[in-house]
């Protein structure tokens, strides 16, 4: 999502940038100076550009089975809170964690809360800015279900400490 509200509103080339030159910093580290890119920027823009990207083809039909089935969804994503908050409401997904980038006015402050305020690493000793492994496992306990009974689906680096600790793992694209 970032990489095309990036190239709609014209820090594309920055955030490109960014991620060349800047391997070695940690990975919470990255979301913390990432956060400053969107600095002056209008939450209003960034939610229109955000709900124009396409979702994955049946991502709607397969939310709407797994609720029909009273099983519970969420969003983990190391995006902003509003954006998951937004696609939480239009997907009608039970629950959404993620970063809570500051808006003031309308207006992004580029400063950041990540949601990994404890700094939990991964079983590769990696820090992000959101665990979603600690969520997976948070959230199974406060359901009161076995994480042997959860599916967790991931599409990046940030997702393998939780899609390894589910029950079902679906590494995705």
């Known amino acids: 999502g970032i990489f095309v509200i990036a ?19 940690p990975f919470y580290k990255k979301s913390i100076e990432i956060a400053m890119l969107c600095k002056g920027y209008r939450k209003e823009d960034f939610l229109s550009i955000f709900n124009n990207i396409p979702l994955k ?3 709607e039909n397969i939310i709407t089975t797994l609720k029909k089935k009273n099983i519970k969804t969420a969003i983990a994503t190391d995006s902003y809170m509003f954006l998951a908050e937004d696609l939480k409401k239009r997907l009608k997904i039970d ?3 993620a970063n809570k980038i500051i808006i003031d006015k309308g207006i992004i ?4 809360q990540i949601n990994n305020i404890n700094l939990n690493s991964d079983f590769n000793g990696n820090t ?9 496992t948070d959230l199974c306990k406060d ?10 689906v991931g599409d ?11 029950g079902v793992g679906i590494a995705f694209n």
């Open 7 to 25: 190239e709609k509103l014209g820090f594309y080339n920055e955030l490109l940038n960014y991620f060349k030159n800047k391997k070695d910093i």
């Open 95 to 97: 629950f959404a964690f």
């Open 156 to 166: 990046g680096i940030v997702d393998i400490g939780m899609i390894k600790n589910a």
């Open 57 to 59: 083809e049946n991502v």
């Open 109 to 112: 402050t580029g400063e950041i």
């Open 128 to 136: 992000y800015s959101i665990c979603k492994e600690k969520i997976l």
């Open 143 to 152: 359901l009161g279900i076995s994480i042997d009974d959860s599916i967790a």
